[in-house]
């Protein structure tokens, strides 16, 4: 990412500013998969819910930042000296992972490396990682078309940009604060599938409603963002449920290419349905409640093989 990041500030071209975002996204997927794999190497299951609340926290926290500051900093001091200090920063946290984190000892009974090849054949098989990563891409494109098309649909409806823009981000904002609650709830109760189950209704009845009942968009904008916070924390705390620990690192790759096709298919279909049915934003958010009942069908079948995920 470092390397990425500082060719992309000094390129000139457009060919050079693809060529380094690309080489960027290869290091920054990385991260990506590792950082939860880091979590599940310190905390215990029975622990992980306060853990995993907070680094969830982080993705939205860091998502609004950006949408806030970077715009502001680019136009007084120039893009390329933001993207140097995102580089700054990078190598900040960098270096404090050098020097200040120390990985856990794990003990190494694992099986043998017969049972392992067995087991790495039975993946493909596996239904509980499949499941989840239909319940991580169906969120991820439930919440990327929602961003991407809320904020012309509450102009639509009268409301000026800055208020269209501030109801749209709820989805996003409401995690930042509430992520670390779930996890504590998490941790206290053990309440994994109840809680996105309760998330998914939520997003459903939110969905339903936010394109029929105008008079209330502040009511459904914040049930939505409620609704919307249990679902990755737990989709990340039950993966160690639904995998063997050797396959932990492949279950995560698997969810990250969930979310980047989730990310990719939301705004996509949503776009399109909208083009389709002459700007009728209700038929729209109709499909997104039904997207719900998608996560909620694929919750129902999951079984990570222990008896405390119910």
């Given at each position: ?179 670390p609650v779930v996890g504590i709830i998490i941790d206290k109760t053990g309440w994994k599938k109840q809680l996105l189950l ?113």
């Amino acid at each position: 990412m470092i390397i990425g990041l500082t060719a992309f500030s000094l390129s000139n071209s457009f060919s050079m500013l693809l060529m380094y975002r690309i080489f960027t996204g290869i290091g920054a997927t990385a991260l990506v998969v590792l950082a939860p794999l880091l979590i599940t190497m310190f905390f215990e299951q029975e622990n992980i819910g306060v853990a995993m609340g907070i680094f969830h926290a982080a993705v939205p926290f860091g998502t609004v930042v950006a949408a806030n500051l970077f715009g502001v900093l680019g136009e007084r001091i120039k893009w390329r000296f933001t993207i140097l200090g995102i580089v700054a920063f990078v190598g900040m946290v960098l270096a404090i992972s050098f020097f200040l984190l120390s990985l856990p000892k794990r003990d190494d009974n694992m099986g043998s490396n017969e049972d392992r090849q067995d087991s790495q054949g039975k993946f493909g098989s596996n239904w509980s990682l499949w499941l989840l990563a239909c319940i991580w891409t169906l969120a991820n494109a439930q919440l990327l078309a929602y961003v991407t098309f809320a904020p012309q649909y509450f102009q639509k409806v009268g409301m000026s940009i800055q208020k269209a823009g501030l109801l749209s981000s709820f989805i996003m904002l409401f995690p930042i604060f509430l992520s670390p609650v779930v996890g504590i709830i998490i941790d206290k109760t053990g309440w994994k599938k109840q809680l996105l189950l309760m998330g998914a209704v939520l997003m459903g009845i939110s969905f339903a409603l936010i394109g029929k009942d105008t008079s209330n968009s502040v009511l459904w904008a914040t049930i939505l963002g409620i609704g919307f916070t249990p679902i990755p924390v737990i989709v990340f705390i039950l993966l160690p449920e639904g995998v063997e620990e050797h396959q932990m690192g492949m279950g995560l790759g698997v969810l990250t290419a969930a979310s980047n096709l989730g990310i990719t298919i939301g705004p996509l279909a949503f776009g399109s349905l909208i083009d389709k049915t002459g700007g009728n934003f209700y038929i729209g958010f109709i499909v997104l409640a039904l997207v719900s009942m998608g996560i909620i069908l694929a919750l129902a079948g999951f079984n990570g093989g222990r008896k405390d995920i119910y």
